[in-house]
T-cell receptor
């Protein structure tokens, strides 16, 4: 069993829809990262959180430490949000990241 | 603007050849990382370095080598011992101390001729 599981694997949405991507982890963590990988391959860090909720523009990330679960929400989705979204668990303050396999999101106009 | 530069973007290797992937950062980060990405799999850590002249093996270091002679540079050599080198390689860097986000390059896609 992978230590970091994401669902769904693939997601297609219509422009304007509210999107949720889920991440469950089986390891003890000190922080959870959400990353965005563009079609060309470059990766951008979206959020790093260890409790509660963070918001940046139309993106919201939440984490429930007790349930070992995090979600990434996108409100009013847009075709430019189409990308692969990756969650990664960090085991300690100097711990290396353990990555999920990613969720491929396609937003249709 | 500060960032991470990986080169080349595409690289082809003949059987039995060593190739070196370049990674340079001007973010003044102490820590640097190399990851490998295969279709349908999460990123896997090859090597990482927390400080100049020091580096550690990650989960899949066999067939790879690195050096860290300068803070801003962390080249990765894919040796002929790596039997399945075709993959997408990503370099990242971060500050050290506490939880720090990692900054990624745009990657190098390596293929075998």
């Amino acid at each position: 069993k992978n230590e970091v599981e994401q669902s769904p694997q693939n997601l297609t949405a219509q422009e304007g829809e509210f999107i949720t991507i889920n991440c469950s982890y089986s390891v003890g963590i000190s922080a959870l990262h959400w990353l965005q990988q563009h079609p060309g391959g470059g990766i951008v860090s979206l959020f790093m959180l260890s409790s509660g909720k963070k918001k940046h523009g139309r993106l919201i990330a939440t984490i429930n430490i007790q349930e070992k679960h995090s979600s990434l929400h996108i409100t009013a989705s847009h075709p430019r949000d189409s990308a692969v979204y990756i969650c990664a668990a960090q085991g300690g303050s100097q711990g290396n990241l353990i990555f999920g396999k990613g969720t491929k999101l396609s937003v249709k106009p | 603007d500060g960032g991470i530069t990986q080169s080349p973007k595409y690289l082809f290797r003949k059987e039995g050849q060593n190739v070196t992937l370049s990674c340079e950062q001007n973010l003044n980060h102490d820590a640097m990382y190399w990851y490998r990405q295969d279709p349908g799999q999460g990123l896997r850590l090859i090597y990482y370095s927390q400080i100049v002249n020091d580096f550690q093996k990650g989960d899949i270091a066999e067939g790879y080598s690195v050096s860290r002679e300068k803070k801003e540079s962390f080249p990765l050599t894919v040796t002929s011992a790596q039997k399945n080198p075709t993959a997408f390689y990503l370099c990242a860097s971060s500050r050290t101390g506490g939880h720090q986000p990692q900054h990624f390059g745009d990657g190098t896609r390596l293929s075998i001729l």
